[in-house]
């Protein structure tokens, strides 16, 4: 059972599993996910043996209007609705897979990227309810799995517009863009993240995972890269500073979001997540293609 099957993430997870996994995606229409009782239900009458929740608040800086409201829709989202659905998860004898993000550390670390036992230091509204969500998916008792995933980033059209595809129309219109430049990233193919959310699936694999680009990258060389990849001219990505860049979003937002990935290598190889040059050589002959 999928929930977030509209979503950037959960619509590629139905694209890519339709064809051999028997898939249940209520949509947000048919199941509102904050409605505890219809959630119950649900989960009651499906025989559904695994449960992967991407059903979130996504959108960082508008979730800070609602900053320290715990009866606010985005802590609903991100913190009281995954307990409860890894407390149901629990109770119905169903694995969860429960998906996260690399803002839930403060970024303050340069010399190695961020594993999974790492302190946690939430910069924002969204980091802040993302990480009690992840507490209580863990706390909850039930088989389950929390995967942080970062930027994420796809060849398909969806309404929410990542990094490489806001580049890919930004530069295709000729229009100028800013790129940071002291900021260490390892934002995932989308593809290769619904991939690795499979192989824990299949595993039934249990605590904290990272899914990320087995490599890292800055915003500046990301898409700059995918300019040359494309085409397009990389001289219109101007060069910024994450001093400069950072206090213009209502968000704080960690500086350096790179995420460890030797744990996810160590349980499933190495040829899922791959570095950012490999990941973008493949997500550019998929845009080309279609
Ligand atoms: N995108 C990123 O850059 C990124 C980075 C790191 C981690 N993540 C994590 O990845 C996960 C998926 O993110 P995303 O970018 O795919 O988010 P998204 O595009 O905003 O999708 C969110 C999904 O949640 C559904 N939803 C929201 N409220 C609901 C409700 N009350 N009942 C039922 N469904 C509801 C939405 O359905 P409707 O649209 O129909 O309302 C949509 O399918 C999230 O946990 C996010 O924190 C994302």
């Given at each position: 059972m999928v929930l977030g099957g509209s979503g950037l993430v959960g619509s590629r997870v139905l694209d890519l599993w339709a064809d051999d996994v028997e898939l249940s995606a209520p949509t947000h229409a048919q199941l509102d996910v904050l409605d505890e009782g219809a959630l119950t239900a649900f989960l009651a009458q499906t025989e559904a043996p695994v449960v992967l929740n991407l059903?979130?608040?996504?959108?960082?800086?508008?979730?800070?209007?609602?900053?320290?409201?715990?009866?606010?829709r985005v802590y609903a989202l991100n913190a009281r609705y995954p307990t409860q659905l890894a407390i149901l998860c629990g109770e119905f004898g169903k694995y969860l897979v429960h998906v996260s993000t690399d803002y839930v550390f403060d970024?303050?670390?340069?010399?190695?990227?961020?594993?999974?036992g790492d302190p946690t230091?939430?910069?924002?509204?969204?980091?802040?309810?993302?990480l009690e969500g992840e507490r209580g998916v863990l706390g909850a008792g039930g088989r389950a799995c929390v995967a942080r995933i970062e930027m994420p980033f796809s060849a398909k059209p969806h309404r929410k517009l990542d990094l490489a595809r806001l580049t890919l129309a930004r530069l295709g219109r000729g229009e100028p863009m800013v790129g940071v430049v002291d900021q260490r990233i390892t934002p995932?193919?989308?593809?290769?993240a619904v991939r690795a959310m499979r192989r824990l699936v299949e595993a039934r694999f249990t605590g904290t995972i990272h899914i990320a680009a087995a490599g890292?990258?800055?915003p500046y060389a990301f898409t700059r890269a995918i300019a040359a990849r494309m085409g397009l001219n990389a001289d219109l990505v101007a060069p910024e500073t994450f001093a400069d860049f950072a206090p213009k979003r209502p968000a704080h937002r960690p500086q350096h979001s790179w995420l460890d990935v030797?744990?996810?290598e160590e349980h499933f190889g190495r040829d899922i997540l791959r570095a950012p040059e490999a990941e973008l050589d493949a997500w550019a002959q998929q845009v080309s293609a279609t």
């Amino acid at each position: 059972m999928v929930l977030g099957g509209s979503g950037l993430v959960g619509s590629r997870v139905l694209d890519l599993w339709a064809d051999d996994v028997e898939l249940s995606a209520p949509t947000h229409a048919q199941l509102d996910v904050l409605d505890e009782g219809a959630l119950t239900a649900f989960l009651a009458q499906t025989e559904a043996p695994v449960v992967l929740n991407l059903a979130a608040w996504a959108d960082v800086d508008g979730a800070e209007p609602e900053r320290g409201n715990r009866a606010g829709r985005v802590y609903a989202l991100n913190a009281r609705y995954p307990t409860q659905l890894a407390i149901l998860c629990g109770e119905f004898g169903k694995y969860l897979v429960h998906v996260s993000t690399d803002y839930v550390f403060d970024g303050a670390t340069v010399d190695r990227a961020y594993r999974e036992g790492d302190p946690t230091g939430p910069l924002c509204w969204y980091a802040e309810t993302k990480l009690e969500g992840e507490r209580g998916v863990l706390g909850a008792g039930g088989r389950a799995c929390v995967a942080r995933i970062e930027m994420p980033f796809s060849a398909k059209p969806h309404r929410k517009l990542d990094l490489a595809r806001l580049t890919l129309a930004r530069l295709g219109r000729g229009e100028p863009m800013v790129g940071v430049v002291d900021q260490r990233i390892t934002p995932v193919f989308l593809d290769d993240a619904v991939r690795a959310m499979r192989r824990l699936v299949e595993a039934r694999f249990t605590g904290t995972i990272h899914i990320a680009a087995a490599g890292w990258t800055t915003p500046y060389a990301f898409t700059r890269a995918i300019a040359a990849r494309m085409g397009l001219n990389a001289d219109l990505v101007a060069p910024e500073t994450f001093a400069d860049f950072a206090p213009k979003r209502p968000a704080h937002r960690p500086q350096h979001s790179w995420l460890d990935v030797s744990c996810f290598e160590e349980h499933f190889g190495r040829d899922i997540l791959r570095a950012p040059e490999a990941e973008l050589d493949a997500w550019a002959q998929q845009v080309s293609a279609t």
